[in-house]
Every structure is written in C-alpha cells, then in structure tokens.
C-alpha cells in the first residue's frame, strides 16, 4: 500500500483546517518576533537617553516623529495592504521584519509562486511565496554578513560603469517581476505598464504612486474578468 498522500485526496476539510493552525502559528510568530525586534531597536536610545544621560528632550523628539510621519507615514498603512495579496499573512509578517519588501520579498514570493505554478491569492501560493520569502531572508543575511567582513574592500575594487549600474538594479527587479506575470496574460501586462507610465508622469504625490498603480490595475483587471465571465 502507498503510504505517501495525494494532496489531491485530503479532505477539503482537512485542508481547511491545517491553514487555520498555520495562519494561527503566523499569528504568533510574527506578532512575537515583531514586538521583540521594536523592543531591541528602542532598547539603544532608551539606554543612551536614560542610562547614561543623553536625552536630547522630547520637545526634539516629537518634532523629529512629526516630521517623518508627515513624510512617510501614509506607507506604515498603505504597504500592508498593497503587499498583502501577494506576500500572505505568514509572509508579510517576515517581509515587515526582514525588509527590503520591493526588491527582495515579493520578487521572490512571486518567483516561488511562479515555479510551482500556484495562483496569486491561493493557499498553496501563500505557503510557496512564504518559503520564498524564508530562503530569501537567510541568503540575504549570509550575504550581508559576508558584505560587512570584506564588501566594502570589494567596492573599492569595482570600476565607476559597474557602481553607476547599481541604480538599475531595482527596476531590473520590477521589471523581472512584470515579465513574470505579463508572459501568462500580456494584456493585463499592458494595462499594467501603461498605468504604470501614466502615474509615474503626473503630478501626484509620490508617497501614494505605488497605492494608485496597484488599486488602478486591479479594478480594470476585475472589471475585464467579470466582463469575460458574463459573455461567456
């Protein structure tokens, strides 16, 4: 008798069930190792403010959070909810905490999606890109360490042309990423990119370009399918 198990014969059910146990899990975790990584980043300032005397007064203090809340607060809201459908309860929560969501987290969510062919907004997409994610952040930090014992000295040594190139890295990256998903449907590609186009060139305030694109795309994009849907 076959002892491996088709996913195909696990009661739906049964499935239901292990992505409630692994969103609870996700829960835990990422709320947990959230709140201790807020605790360590405050743990230095707290010590040096109250420790050993250098508080700057929190007259400084408030006007520097104003400031940057007035700049780049509307993100702490729009970001999770703009990465959510790709990167899944499990992943965001690892994507918050390890950084580099743009360029490292959700082009590889979206690779380990891809490479099993799950749909976006599926369970078994959430689980791939969750992984994804996973492998991601331990090769980011092994290079990052590796960068910090001896990539500066491997900077020194690079040519100007190949420096001046690290500024196209991250739009290769969504670049990559748009191909990725455009080779499947180049129609919606195309409304992608030309939206893309239209709001990068109009004057809108640049912190909710990205929020505009992804909440535009996705309207014409269900727009489309429900049109489909209906004549067919």
């Given amino acids: 008798m076959n002892e491996g198990v088709n996913a195909r014969s696990v009661p739906a059910s049964a499935k239901a069930v292990g992505m409630d146990l692994f969103h609870e899990k996700a829960h835990f975790w990422g709320r947990t190792t959230l709140w201790l990584l807020i605790a360590a980043c405050l743990l230095p300032p707290l010590y040096l403010s109250f420790g050993l005397g250098y508080h700057p007064g929190w007259g400084v203090i408030l006007a520097g959070i104003i400031g940057y ?5 509307i993100m702490w809201v729009l970001e999770p909810i ?6 899944g309860i499990a992943g965001t929560y690892m994507a918050f905490l390890t950084g580099n969501i743009a360029n490292m ?4 969510s979206a690779a380990a999606q891809n490479a099993i062919g799950a749909e976006p ?3 078994k997409a959430e689980i791939a ?3 994804g994610i996973a492998i991601a952040s331990l090769v980011n930090i092994i290079v990052i360490i590796s960068i910090i014992l001896g990539g500066s000295y491997i900077i020194t040594m690079l040519p100007a042309p190949v420096e001046s190139a690290f500024a196209f890295v991250l739009p290769a990256i969504f670049g990559g990423v748009l191909g990725q998903f455009a080779y499947k449907n180049p129609l919606y590609g195309a409304i992608a990119l030309a939206i ?6 109009s ?3 640049s912190l909710i370009k990205i929020v505009i694109c992804v909440v535009l795309t996705i309207a014409i994009v269900l727009f489309l399918e429900r049109k489909n849907l209906k004549e067919a």
């Fill in 129 to 131: 890109g969750a992984l």
């Fill in 105 to 108: 987290c959700l082009p590889c």
């Fill in 69 to 73: 809340a007035a700049f780049i607060g």
């Fill in 82 to 87: 703009t990465y959510y459908p790709t990167l």
């Fill in 121 to 123: 907004g599926t369970k």
């Fill in 196 to 201: 893309g186009a239209a709001v990068v060139f």
């Fill in 203 to 205: 004057p809108i305030f």
